[in-house]
């Protein structure tokens, strides 16, 4: 991929929270099903583009919001719980995506042209500190390309 197609589009992808961001002691035992979110996203992204002709909308906000998940973190619980219900008001009815058990990451589905992106953002490595990883699609020829694998940042 390119250097072009790799820079965000004007105003970015994601909404970071806003300054340096400290959490508290990550909770033991993550599954790796957490930081394998991203990719059940993107498998309903593509499945909803073979069912509907079209792509997603992007979702009105990140589930659960960043800010949420930070303060689950900071309190020393050891995750944040939604409902279905609310995945499906923040727009991620379409892709046939939710969780509702315990999570600790915040995750993102925004399209940007014929190309969509997933975040997450959370405490991936640990140290307290939040930080984003992301994979990319595109439908290229009528069809909805995935590509391997998360990469840092977005």
Not at 4 to 28: I, K, M, S, V
Not at 33 to 48: C, D, R, S, W
Not at 125 to 141: F, I, K, Y
């Amino acid at each position: 991929m390119s250097e072009e197609q790799d820079a965000p589009p004007p105003g970015g992808f994601g909404r970071p929270p806003t300054g340096p961001t400290r959490l508290g002691p990550t909770p033991p035992k993550k599954s790796a099903a957490h930081v394998l979110q991203p990719f059940f996203v993107m498998a309903g992204a593509a499945a909803a583009y073979e069912r509907n002709g079209k792509l997603c909308p992007t979702v009105r906000r990140p589930m659960p919001a960043i800010d949420d998940v930070q303060r689950a973190g900071e309190s020393g619980v050891t995750g944040y719980v939604t409902t279905k219900r609310q995945w499906d008001e923040a727009g991620f009815g379409c892709l046939d995506f939710s969780v509702e058990a315990p999570i600790h990451y915040s995750y993102d589905y925004q399209v940007h042209g014929a190309g969509f992106v997933v975040i997450a953002w959370g405490d991936f490595e640990g140290n307290g500190r939040m930080s984003a990883l992301s994979t990319r699609g595109r439908v290229e020829n009528g069809v909805a390309v995935l590509e391997p694998g998360l990469r840092k940042g977005f």
